[in-house]
């Protein structure tokens, strides 16, 4: 781990862009059609000349398009700051670094908490269910709308790992690598288990009201269960007892079932937070994607792996349970038989799932080479020039 | 795993044994009062003359005194019914068999949803918090009751196993043995972190209305989710994917964000399932009971491990993620180092947390091995006779 040194990026604004305008639409996998889709995205770096440069980052499940820098006023850094930017792992002195958020979100993207363009109200459960590969779709419209023709790499950790693998399948002409990190190929019954909880979590709130809250009271407890589960979930029993043991907090006399362990507190914090920036019908629309996630979902498989032209870089955490290695280790296998080229590292970490979040110096080190070696094996050995000094020399 | 034989034990009755009547109280822990007390309890077997021959078998969170047999009129036995019975681990010829409810549940022995004498009201909150230590104190009471001077063994599984380590901690001299089995010697904070997810999601149902919701709507929606994360944390990654993979259960096209997955079935139906069974304010109490539980409440810990007199055999399940394996293996390390007899032995499953409720083959051999070894050194080598040939042989 290693503390984001102050601002590398500098101040950075989120972008928006909108396709599909009436009477245009963006088919959805079910066959419904939305319009128009907005799709929020951030940039760091300059796309170069010859347009071989850029590197287009996904984000996991409740992320946004704000990765890296700092939003005007705010002091806290973008998501993913420590690994973006100059001399960093995406080195924005030599990358052209995208980030887009989801297509179903609430950070600025068309998501159920937008207004349906023939109501003029919010989607609400009126939303049709979207699918990574239609987060995928919209995102391909992005990318084009940016004059990006191939991009040198997508790259995702978590439900991040899931679209760039989709990126890989659906447009594999499109992509010249792929680094999925503690990620999956499908969807574990665990995995979606731990979902299904925490959305009956969600809609046991009465303020939920079948997804119909937007202007009235929000259904703050049951979303802020659904978090602390997936809280649980992000840390590993290690990391817990590192961060929090059995301390206490003291304070005034609690009430009898009050939060009285520092583990406790942390995820009262954590839920009441993500109440304050997350739509819960999001919440809904974007664990379901997850959960229909299946490379299976292609039949057979097989075929729409052999299509893939992209090399991949598969990263597992050791000590992640949620996204355990051996599932980075299938899709390595698979994509292998299927004549892939592609390779799996497990790196040792405590953090549990969270890990890609927090260990950057090995991932520095991975990624900066892998993203050499398809660069000059894809756009020949002429490297997009560091125009500022590597970080790490 | 082995499927349960008919009636091995026939038909049980669960009886009732009260104490600390008025003006006499049951002192607790925290120094408050109670009384009168109520344990429900059943027994299997004979005591023999000598009575030196009694098991106590301890339940997990939301277990209760039916361990063994049927009830009459119903199809489904106790919960150890493949333990405990003629020729089984616990052979009911040898051995006298007693499985108590505890204190704070909600199974016919005093908790939240009891009447307050001084009310004649359901207690509710009011109930002071009782701990581990609390349910054994009371289960000694029981013990005294039928008789029993010494134990020839404490056996229990998760939060029953700490329950028999209390006792060997509480009682030296009363419990010739422990088996404690999936357990900790202390809650670790994931496992804190877990049992606060269930309690905030079954607190945010407004229907429990600050635990008066007796002769009400019961806040059945927010106990239910609390046994779903239960419930994930029972089985394993593994064990899930071979009860349900992804496999989707048809039928009449489902509400966008009903159940889908065969796995949220079953959290649906276990989560429904458990709302007729519980009582929402003692899956408070108890909770909390095993989040406040660690060895190292008392100081120092290994002055009160060096009072053991109890040869312990702790016994963890290689796929067991919510009491790992190497909570097992600390307590027999703490154990010893203060001159406890005590062993560990780690057996392989994929079941999970549920092992111990489902793999009967290995902990078969196991206990009666060790059972027969602690009579005889104990009491000398007249092991309690079989009076029914062995179902192992």
Redesign the interface.
Known sequence: MQKHSADRIGIVETQYFTFAHPPDKFVLEDMNGIGPVTLAYETYGELNEERTNAVLVLHALTGDAHAAGFHKGQKAPGWWHDMIGPGLAFDTGRYFVICSNVLGGCAGSTGPSSLNPETQKPWG?DFP?VTIRDMVNAQRHLIKHLGIEKLLAVVGGSMGGMQALQWAVSYPHRVASAILIATTW?????Q???N??G???L????NWNGGDYYGKRMPE??L??AR??GH?TY???TS??E????RTKDGAKPF??G?K????NY??YR?YDFVNRFDPNSY?YIT?AA?YF?M?NYTPAVKFLQGIRTKLLVIAFSGD?LY?PYQSQQIVKMCRSAGVDAKCRILRSDYGHDAFLVEFEEQTRLYRRFLKKVHDSTFGPKEPPALIKSFYG
Do not use: C
């Not at 499908?186 to 665990?190: G, M, S």
């Not at 809609?203 to 009465?206: Q, T, V």
């Open positions: 459960l269910l499908e969807h574990t019954p665990q979606i288990a731990f299904e909880a959305r009956q979590a809609m046991a709130d009465p407890k049951g802020s269960v602390m589960i649980i840390m590993s029993d817990m007892n961060k929090f043991g059995r009898k079932f939060p362990f520092e583990v406790e995820l009262h839920g809904l379901k959960d299946s299976a349970w355990p």
